[in-house]
């Protein structure tokens, strides 16, 4: 589904033209296997198309997002300037309908810039690299990690094979099955649930753009109705987005009661934005049991865990125990400081869970801990980064960085060990926001601390920044600062700050080492700005 | 519908942009001030204003109209009210 409105019918036979076309043109351009390849190319039938050529290739292709309208091109220009050098990459492939001219922006990196209308030559089926070993690396998924570092996560072939495999099991997929996405292929879940389960297991698959998709939400539910569709996997946000910015006669007539299967991943899904969208939808035939929550990160394909058939299980627990004790311990629903978590179902066949202490000693039942995972689809290792690789494992088992806690063999996640930001799905470092509010002329060197806060509203988190000002009392200045950070942080991080607020010196709270107490600046804030507190632990 | 005056049109915007979707109803966003591109409200928010434009007005924007260059500010945003 184009921007435009236009709709374009790939077949498989299509495809797979398309796909020997772009490797041959690849292999033309003097790429060959092995070669990191780096695809920015929007929504487009080519970004598909060269994806799959790539690895047809036998190269090494990620996809990375293309620059908005509102962010700093000279910043996002070195964002690409270091990934290509982080990844040693042999190429960048642009779009030539990109609504950025990329190309131009991008000529002069370390690697050459390829508008993907250049990649030209006779399909030539001896640019197909031989069948690839189980060994051999697919694609790299690049994702945002805990101090603004870019990890790429290596798949092989076989990991992803034998991910789409276990997910096939535990979800028998049927040849009638419509899969529909609004997800960017950039994302593991779109890549994953959008693209290439459908391919490989033989079933069609809806995309659509991403970009479209956030102004326009009801095109996802038009197309489920459209095209029959049965399956969709988002992160929880997107059921609240729907629910709200939805107009009700863009949906009146729609018929969604084929929509079998909405899988949640990627953020953590929230009670309320299941009943939510439940309720919405229910008159054009939607039903409860048909949405899933489901556990997962880039660096194990997509997903470890998801939950069973039916309406999702709730586990109503004590707040006060589980910040105490850091256990969680069943309460009534009706009761006060009871708080509520979605399971997110027991692992996926080939896939353990395990709960573990500070120490990584395993954790019983209930006890809330380091969600620490390991599965037959486990991702090689960080790109060039045997650092971040080593520091990942613990005796086999990749540790998630996420709390949880175990009930019956099912997974529930109430929270992050890790400063991480998660809004809509994304990964956002706070000390990436801290460094760009430090350049900004008023605020004090070194004294600005960024956090999420839940925002139930949106079904995902709210960026809150607290910037140390030499005038923090002057209402004109502090608008003044709050625009000029606001426009920095959109322009530099294409991040919109949910709440900016300007203090004294010394009101931010450091450790005995210098480093920002993000939890305990959170703590402070909720106490003295009235936000309501959070039962998630940190 | 009769439309209603200009400045009734901006002012009840900016009470829902402030309060509703910025969660900050004392900040003076003025007529002219970029609202996506300043970083004030995210992309999202374009369908929010299109869901409130069509309560309190009743004036339906079709979905291609609905683009950051096109709801940008306030007075972009009340001239396209106005048309009905």
Request: aromatic content about 6%; some cysteine.
């Amino acid at each position: 589904m184009h921007e435009d409105g236009a709709r374009e019918i790939i077949t498989a036979a299509d495809l797979w033209t398309d796909v020997l076309s772009a490797a041959t043109g690849l292999r033309n351009a003097g790429l060959h296997p092995d070669d990191v390849v780096i695809l920015i190319m929007g929504h487009s039938r080519q970004l598909i198309t060269t994806f799959l050529g790539a690895m047809a290739l036998g190269a090494v292709p990620t996809i990375v997002s293309t620059a908005t309208a509102r962010l700093d091109l000279e910043v996002y220009r070195k964002r690409i300037d270091v990934l290509v050098r982080c990844a040693a990459a042999a190429a960048v492939i642009t779009h030539p309908a990109d609504a950025i001219p990329l190309h131009d922006l991008l000529t002069g990196l370390t690697c050459p810039v390829i508008s993907s209308d250049t990649l030209t030559g006779t399909a030539d089926p001896s640019a197909l690299s031989p069948t690839p070993s189980p060994d051999q690396t697919a694609f790299i998924q690049y994702t945002s990690g805990s101090g603004g570092v870019q990890k790429g996560a290596v798949h092989t072939h076989g990991a992803v094979l034998r991910y789409i495999e276990s997910k096939h099991r535990g979800y028998p997929f049927a040849p009638d099955d419509v899969m529909v996405s609004w997800l960017p292929l950039y994302h593991d879940l779109g890549l994953l649930s959008g693209l290439l389960t459908p391919l490989v297991v033989g079933f069609r698959t809806v995309l659509m753009s991403p970009l479209q998709w956030v102004r326009q939400p009801g095109i996802l539910l038009q197309a489920v109705h459209e095209y029959g569709g049965t399956l969709c996997y988002m992160p929880n946000f997107a059921l609240n987005h729907c629910v709200r910015a939805v107009r009700e006669r863009d949906v009146r007539d729609l018929d969604l009661r084929r929509w079998k299967l909405v899988t949640l991943g990627g953020e953590p899904v929230r009670v309320g934005s299941l009943r939510a969208f439940a309720e919405r939808f229910a008159a054009q035939g939607f039903r409860e049991s048909a949405l899933r929550a489901g556990y997962g990160m880039a660096e194990v394909v997509e997903g470890v865990t998801v939950g069973r058939e039916g309406p999702p299980k709730v586990d109503w627990i004590s707040v006060a125990t589980l910040q105490r004790d850091a256990r969680a311990e069943p309460l009534a629903s009706t009761a006060p400081g009871a708080t509520a978590f979605v399971s997110c179902g027991p692992p996926k066949d080939g896939a353990e869970v395990q709960i573990v202490r500070d120490d990584g000693t395993p954790l019983p039942e209930r006890g809330v801990g380091e969600i620490e995972v390991r599965s037959e689809y486990m991702m090689r290792e960080y790109h060039r980064r045997p650092d971040l690789t080593r520091a990942a494992f613990r005796e086999g088992w990749f540790r998630t960085g996420d709390l949880g806690y175990l009930v019956g063999g099912e997974l529930y996640v109430v929270g992050r060990k890790s400063d991480l930001i998660i809004v809509g799905g994304r990964n956002i470092a706070p000390e990436e926001i801290e460094a760009a509010a430090e350049q900004v002329p008023g605020v004090v060197a070194g004294r600005a601390v960024a956090f999420g806060v839940a925002d139930e509203r949106a079904g995902t988190e709210r960026v809150i920044l607290i910037c140390e000002t030499a005038q923090p009392d002057d209402p004109a200045q502090q608008i003044a600062l709050e625009r000029r950070l606001r426009r920095v942080m959109t322009q530099a991080l294409e991040i919109t700050l949910g709440e900016v607020r300007m203090v004294e010196r010394g009101w931010i709270i450091k450790t005995s080492s210098g480093k920002k107490a993000r939890s305990d600046n959170r703590d402070k804030y909720r106490r003295q700005f009235g936000s309501a507190p959070e039962a998630i632990p940190r | 519908m009769s439309m209603p005056a200009k400045s009734k049109v901006l002012d009840q915007l900016r009470t829902f942009i402030c309060t509703e979707l910025m969660q900050h109803p004392s900040y003076p966003l003025t007529n002219s001030e970029p609202l996506m591109s300043g970083g004030l409200i995210d992309s999202f928010s374009v369908a929010y204003i299109a869901v409130f434009i069509e309560q309190t007005w009743d004036v339906y924007i079709p979905d291609p109209e609905l683009t950051v260059d096109n709801m940008d500010t306030l007075d972009l945003i009340a001239a396209r009210v106005l048309q009905g």
